[in-house]
């Protein structure tokens, strides 16, 4: 099947929430600093402040099924545009330690929803042998949404000299939100959730429109592996013919954390600055480190569907095993630091070119239909839970023993090789309900 403009289209705008979950990780990670002064905060206190958004995302993740199924993929992403935008103007504005922290929990929340539902609207318009180059899009757009976050703290450290530039940091969010808001008025819902809810026709119609080569035949698969019955659209999760998509879910959101990725990104000019450099400077390094992140996930994006999933996941965990392990002892010996920069890039390539791009399309994969928003959410909660303990620990290690958190990822990556060698399952090249019957949930 090829891809025509509508598909394109619809993609890229249910895509767009993953930048603004880039840029509020990258964003946030140039205040560290500024805001440890503005409101005189402790270790923990910084751990706080970045941790309050998490536990926002995590209720956000946990919560956007519900939405998700009653109101839809598309009209759920909008409701999560309306919560980020008024995290960016809140947090902008912000005139105390507790204002910024009830803004960055809403905006959280926004941010779990995009990183449930942009994915899931992107699986279920994709053709199965796009599917992983379309719904990587979604993590193209966290990426880039980083590189610019980092490169827009740079510029605004240099445009505004102090400690109140964190204002403008956290606010410039507001303009690419309103953008996704208004284009999200533009796609259509997506096809599967319009059977799920009987509005065939209008399934019909979308499939027409995204280029089915042979949209009644695909409407009739939809529509056997869902049973439009109102038992079906109350279908529970926790069923035992769910446990390995569950497994897998769980496993794999927990995992993307534990290697580190977000720990790193949202410190990272912490980290920066514990190996001697300064707060520009510390800018400066973030932007090499996003446009290698932006650059190997646009590269691992080409190769998905054809290398698969599960070697992907293989060949970084090698990579960031070692890249962690010699980063912990770097921090642990307190030498060669000009070599901290190298090998951070070196271990962003790695999970870029494995974990970053394989994340959200799996997760998008690997449950049916009739439970796809629980589960996907489901193995979303477990990554933002994992981040927010991370994100809350991490400062307070790194200040007493920075090599601890590395040696500790390190570790995890080489136990992720191992469960993904013996366990996990390819599901490159298959449609939504083939897979589920190989798996054997029909």
Known sequence: MKLNAYLIRSTLVGALGGLLFGFDISAIAGTTRDLTRFFTLSSAQLGVTITA????TILGAMLSGIPAQRL?????????AVLYLICAV????????????????????????????GPMYIAEIAPAEWRGR??????????????????????????????????????VAAIPTLLLLGLLFTISRSPRWLAMRGHVEEARNVLQRIGSPNAEAQLKEIID????????????????????PIFLAVTLGIFNQLSGINAVLYYLNFIFTKAGFSNLSSDQQSIYVGLANMLTTLVAMTVIDKIGRK???LVGAVGMTICLGIIGVVFQTQSHQTALLPLLILYIIAFAFSQGAVVWVYLGEVFPTKVRSKGQSLGTTANWLTTALLAFVFP???????AVPFY??????ALQFFVVLFIYPETKGVSLEQLQHKMGID
């Open 53 to 56: 958004s998490l536990i926002g």
């Open 408 to 413: 500790f990822f390190a570790a995890m990556m």
């Open 134 to 171: 379309l719904v990587g899009t979604f993590q193209i757009n966290i990426v880039t949404g980083i590189l610019l976050g980092y490169t827009s703290d740079f510029a605004i450290a240099a445009l505004v000299p102090g400690d109140a530039d964190w204002h403008w940091k956290l606010g």
């Open 311 to 313: 070697t992907l996941l």
């Open 225 to 244: 592996s869902i049973h439009t019955d109102e038992t079906t659209r109350t279908e529970h999760l926790f069923k035992r013919k769910y446990a390995l």
């Open 72 to 80: 839809g993929r598309r009209d759920g992403l909008r409701l999560m």
């Open 396 to 402: 307070i290690l790194a200040v007493h023993h920075a």
């Open 90 to 117: 809140g947090s902008a504005v912000a005139w105390n330690w507790d204002a910024l922290l009830i803004f960055r929990f809403i905006g959280g929340m926004g941010i779990g929803g995009f990183s449930v539902l």
